[in-house]
């Protein structure tokens, strides 16, 4: 089998060039339910038959590489993996414009121009994790969570059994639909874990997801990336909001440390030889605090997650081995996917609009009480315009001095520990019945301080984050505190994190 390379468009490789390939004539856009790196991505109905399937549009137009690399990745990868836990590609379909072109010229296409419309045809589901998560008041059980959790999983070990590196899971990435069913998506990132020369790049994996290897520049590594970033899904579902999420790498790395401890010698041998190891050492070594710091979840979840977010990737569990721990045979058992609620169709493309909608009403709002404030009611203004300047000026400095408009409470931009937990859960921190009630005491506070993190609100929290950063010596070469990842970084924008 011949292997593309970067930036060429290896046409065997590809269905929709095989020529009787379908024109997107055949499919009637709804509405647009996604927008990622690579292109924007549409629910819409198959005109014949009338089902409903989500259109994937690749973004050639500013592509330097031509027909994008991840485009050819992700058609590969999922020619090859079919599972009820992986997302299934249905077929590759052209634009009139792109068959026109196709048909005219050869050689643009052998020259790699080719700029003409491609869509990836995927079954349709209806919710990502993220914009699932994200619906005010939705709380997830302790069945739902393992019923996710076990399906998660059970894809990864399909993947890794395959041979696959997912290198990007995250929430907006993990799909679900109204059946319950949970699959992976977004295979633009990954790799195949048996290349005969393993020298990967160390910039994928969004953020708050990455492991400390890539993290340290490893670039030879395992399917024990991915359980990293499963783990922190595991915990971000138990806990309503990412444990980890630091707006650069440097603080990033210090937010693992902070949970799970610094590496060493004795709990990561050979953690002193990665790339930048020595640029990353904190002045003073850091103890791991998980099991603390997390002590308010089930105990059961607590082995689990512990195993998974291991800073040595070797000791982490497989995803195998994670589907046969104890958390998954205990009461309450995961639920069966079919006895899942349906919901209303949530996408995170969706609910982050929502949410900047909401974020700019309330900014005109507030711009408008500064300009315009509201004259008492009952004494006409001309007669008590020194009264009324004061009362103006009361307004303003009230207004300066109230909280930040309540935005919901569990935005992806904001650490972990700094408020209280997210109105989907119950109000005293735990999860459901059945799991520990006797540690919901600091989310009960409304404001916590759990663990290292120091007690902060939601308005200041961008601040008082950098002044917890430690005394690192300098980043490694390419680090930069803002937007160094060309590829994460432009992911990351997404959720505000480096901006
Ligand atoms: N099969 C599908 N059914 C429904 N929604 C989907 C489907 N595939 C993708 N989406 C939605 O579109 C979003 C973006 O899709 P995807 O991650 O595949 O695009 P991308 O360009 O690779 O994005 P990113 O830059 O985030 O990696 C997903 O988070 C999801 O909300």
């Known amino acids: 089998m011949t292997v593309a390379e970067l930036g060429q468009l290896n046409l065997e490789e590809l269905p929709p060039f095989r020529g009787a390939s379908r024109s997107l004539d055949c499919f009637q856009k709804l509405e647009q339910i996604g927008e990622g790196t690579f292109g924007q991505v549409y629910m819409a109905k198959e005109v014949m038959t009338g089902e409903v399937v989500a259109l994937k549009k690749i973004k050639t137009e500013h592509s330097k590489e031509g027909f994008p690399i991840s485009a050819i990745r992700e058609i590969k990868v999922l020619k090859r993996l079919h599972h009820e836990n992986v997302v299934s590609l249905?077929?590759?379909v052209i634009s009139q414009e792109g068959i026109n072109e196709l048909a005219a010229t050869k050689e643009s296409l052998d020259n790699n121009k080719y700029n003409g419309g491609v869509y990836l045809v995927f079954e349709y589901m209806d919710h990502d994790l993220t914009g699932l998560?994200?619906?005010?008041?939705?709380?997830?059980?302790?069945?739902?969570?393992?019923?996710?959790?076990?399906?998660?999983?059970?894809?990864?070990?399909?993947c890794h059994a395959n041979e696959v590196l997912?290198?990007?899971?995250?929430g907006a990435n993990v799909l679900l639909n109204n059946n319950g069913s949970l699959k992976l998506a977004d295979f633009g990132l990954s790799c195949s874990s048996h290349r005969r020369t393993q020298n990967f790049t160390n910039r994928v994996i969004t953020l708050p997801y990455r492991p400390p290897e890539l993290l340290l520049g490893a670039t030879n590594y395992g399917p024990?990336?991915?359980?990293?970033?499963?783990?922190?899904?595991?915990?971000?579902?138990?806990?309503?909001?990412?444990?980890?999420?630091?707006?650069?790498?440097p603080e990033q790395l210090h937010k693992i440390f902070e949970l799970c401890g610094s590496p060493d010698e004795v709990n990561w041998p050979g953690a002193s030889e990665i790339r930048w190891y020595n640029n990353f050492k904190p002045a003073r070594p850091m103890r791991r605090r998980l099991r603390e710091v997390l002590r308010h979840f089930d105990s059961h979840a607590l082995d689990l997650l512990d195993k998974m977010l291991i800073l040595d990737p070797s000791k982490r569990i497989s995803a195998n081995d994670?589907?046969?721990?104890?958390?998954?045979?205990?009461?309450?058992?995961?639920?069966?996917?079919?006895?899942?609620?349906?919901?209303e169709a949530s996408h995170e493309f969706q609910t982050k609009k929502k949410r900047q909608m909401q974020r700019s009403n309330e900014e005109t709002a507030k711009r408008q009480n500064?300009?315009?404030?509201?004259?008492?009611?009952?004494?006409?203004?001309i007669q008590h315009k020194p009264q009324l300047l004061q009362e103006h000026n009361h307004s303003v400095n009230n207004q300066l001095q109230q909280p930040f408009p309540t935005l919901p409470s569990n935005l992806y931009s904001e650490p972990l520990v700094d408020v209280g937990l997210p109105n989907r859960y119950h109000s005293n921190g735990n999860l459901t019945p059945g799991y520990n009630q006797t540690h919901g005491?600091?989310?009960?506070?409304?404001v916590t301080s759990i663990g290292p993190y120091p007690p902060h609100g939601r308005a200041g929290s961008n601040m008082t984050n950098r002044s917890t950063t430690p005394s690192y010596v300098a980043g490694p070469p390419g680090f930069s505190h803002r937007g160094s990842n060309p590829i994460a970084s432009n992911r990351n924008q997404q959720y505000g994190w480096q901006q």
């Open 90 to 92: 249905k077929e590759v």
């Open 133 to 158: 998560s994200d619906r005010p008041g939705l709380r997830f059980t302790v069945p739902q969570i393992k019923c996710y959790m076990k399906q998660l999983l059970t894809g990864l070990h399909y």
């Open 166 to 170: 997912h290198r990007d899971i995250k």
């Open 224 to 249: 024990a990336v991915d359980i990293w970033s499963a783990g922190c899904i595991f915990a971000e579902l138990l806990h309503g909001k990412p444990i980890m999420s630091g707006r650069n790498e």
């Open 322 to 343: 994670a589907l046969a721990a104890e958390y998954f045979q205990m009461e309450p058992l995961p639920c069966d996917p079919k006895s899942l609620p349906k919901y």
């Open 370 to 381: 500064l300009c315009y404030p509201p004259p008492h009611a009952r004494l006409p203004p």
């Open 441 to 446: 005491v600091q989310a009960q506070a409304g």
